[in-house]
């Protein structure tokens, strides 16, 4: 960094910390990448956002904060992974392939090397005339353990550099999924969901959108404490992948709402899925280890709307979850399909 970046860097850290203080937004490396954009001014959009709200006077919430995160910087941040994901994946790509060839003709040359070496040995053991030809047989068999040794230690370090590509692919593909997958479950994210989504508007291929909330989960996490919660929540995420993995794709919506995506199929095979699903979620209990307390049986309640010709997203999107709230209004624990 030249001298010119660090003190513009400096002043930009000057400005974004107190401004955390002030909002009472928590000072980790996930809101400051925020309030250092706003102070640095690299998001015209963004700036207008957070000074719309600053001008009447109100605090920036963390929740206003994780919003301007998503809607602003996190494309961006995405954009940016995947090209880097691309180039380091075709780098590895050539490295590997060239290392490979390496490889196998280093460990060619080292089998000639040792069969030469030992036929060397065999001639320097024999009674030969002349000094010159033992000091050549010397100098030959000098070299060539010192470019086996050489040859050896080349291997090593292209293994190393191998091992050192492989962790790093891996690292890369963890960061993908941070990026597209609930911490806690498992499933794909709500802003795995929304990508989807968007993608599947406008086309012709029989698209239904489940909602799934679990019935009563408030009094899970009231009852028994948000662990025993967070176990409702991965055992619900488990059991949906379990019995839809197959034909569709489950993901975390938020809370304790989750979302299903079925492709292929009409509501009343939607419908179908949902309804072997919920008897599935009837037969689950969970037991906290600490206490020994039990709940004897989860529920949810599921929404189905399928997408209609010219629909967008925010409309199949309301009109799941309506269907959704109306199986709650009539008693939880069933399935709501939007037939025609």
């Given amino acids: 960094m030249n001298e010119y970046a660090l003190i513009e860097a400096t002043r930009v850290f000057k400005r974004a910390v107190p401004l955390m203080v002030k909002y009472k937004v928590p ?24 000074d719309a709200i600053v001008k009447k006077g109100e605090l920036c919430t963390v929740e206003q904060c994780d919003d ?11 954009k940016e992974l995947d090209t880097f994901r691309q180039k380091v994946q075709d780098l590895a790509a050539d490295l590997g392939s060239s290392m490979d060839t390496t490889m196998s003709n280093t460990e060619e040359f080292q089998d000639i090397l040792n069969s030469s070496v030992t036929k060397l040995e065999d001639v320097k053991n024999r009674k030969l005339q002349g000094n010159e030809s033992q000091k050549i047989t010397h100098d030959l068999l000098q070299g060539s353990h010192g470019l086996l040794a050489a040859t050896e230690q080349y ?58 909330d679990i019935d009563h989960f408030k009094l899970f996490n009231d009852e028994f404490g948000h662990q025993m919660g967070d176990s409702v929540l991965k055992i619900v995420a488990n059991k949906l992948e379990q019995n839809m993995q197959e ?56 929404g189905i ?34 037939f025609r």
Wanted: with cysteine; glycine share 6%; aromatic share 8%.
């Fill in 27 to 50: 000072t980790t490396p996930h809101y400051f990448s925020l309030w250092y954009a706003y102070c640095a001014g690299t998001h015209p959009a963004l700036n207008r956002a957070v």
């Fill in 68 to 78: 301007f995160i998503e809607t602003y910087l996190l494309d961006d941040a995405t």
């Fill in 155 to 212: 291997q090593l370090h292209v293994k190393a550099q191998r091992t050192e590509i492989d962790q790093l692919k891996q690292q890369l593909e963890d960061y993908r999924k941070q990026a597209t997958h609930d911490a806690l479950t498992g499933c794909l994210n709500r802003r795995a969901f929304d990508i989807a989504l968007a993608e599947h508007v406008g086309k012709k291929n029989g698209v239904c959108l489940i909602m799934v």
């Fill in 247 to 302: 034909v569709a794709t489950v993901y975390r919506f938020g809370g304790e709402e989750f979302s299903v995506l079925v492709t292929d199929v009409s509501i009343k095979g939607a419908w179908l899925i949902a309804e072997k699903t919920r008897k599935a979620l009837e037969r689950l209990s969970v037991t906290d280890k600490r206490s020994g307390q039990k709940i004897n049986s989860i529920t949810a309640s599921f």
């Fill in 305 to 338: 709307a399928a997408l209609e010709t010219g629909e967008e997203s925010a409309s199949l999107l309301a009109r799941a979850d309506a269907l959704l709230y109306k199986a709650k209004e009539n008693g939880r624990n069933r399935v709501m399909p939007g």
